[in-house]
């Protein structure tokens, strides 16, 4: 999407789009998460949050991490599994 964006407002070509976006898609094989609709739909019923928001809550829940965001109301939803960038560094 980012790319994308690039693109869109020529700042790189096409031909250098397609560069990295094929040199990204590389680095990211085999880092991709499937994260169970039940994990995620529950995290809905019980936050506001979107359901975009909670798959990185779950895939954080599932691999028994933290989720390091910016986003307010994840923060405020769930403070025992994310942490603001300030958190995370200090």
Known sequence: MYL???YEKEILTL???TTYKLKLEILLAGNEYDVPSLDVL???ETSECSAYDCEFVALAK???TML???DKKILKQFPKIAMSLAEAIS
Do not use: A, G, P, S
């Open 4 to 6: 994308r964006c690039i």
């Open 15 to 17: 031909e250098q789009t």
């Open 42 to 44: 529950r995290l809905i």
């Open 62 to 64: 599932r691999n028994n």
């Open 68 to 70: 390091v965001t910016e």
